[in-house]
């Protein structure tokens, strides 16, 4: 399954929706995690961890195309 992470817009929220360690345990179960650049940078996590972790970096569009999107606020 395809599994999005936009980047968060609402102001002032600093979370992602998925942290590497997650996307790291998606990836094990067979799952696609696709996080849009920069998405974890509030958080103090960078593109560089994702992908150290088996997900895939992308844009807005590539995040919001999956089969499922997680998101902490819609």
Excluded: C, W
């Excluded at 992308?58 to 998101?71: P, S």
């Amino acid at each position: 399954m395809l599994i999005g992470v936009p980047a968060e817009t609402t102001t002032g929220e600093t979370r992602v929706a998925v942290t590497p360690e997650t996307a790291k345990k998606l990836v094990a179960l067979g799952h696609t995690v696709r996080v849009q650049s920069g998405a974890g940078v509030p958080a103090s996590v960078t593109d560089a961890a994702y992908q150290a972790a088996g997900a895939e970096i992308t844009d807005q569009a590539g995040a919001f195309g999956a089969d499922i999107v997680l998101k902490v606020r819609a």
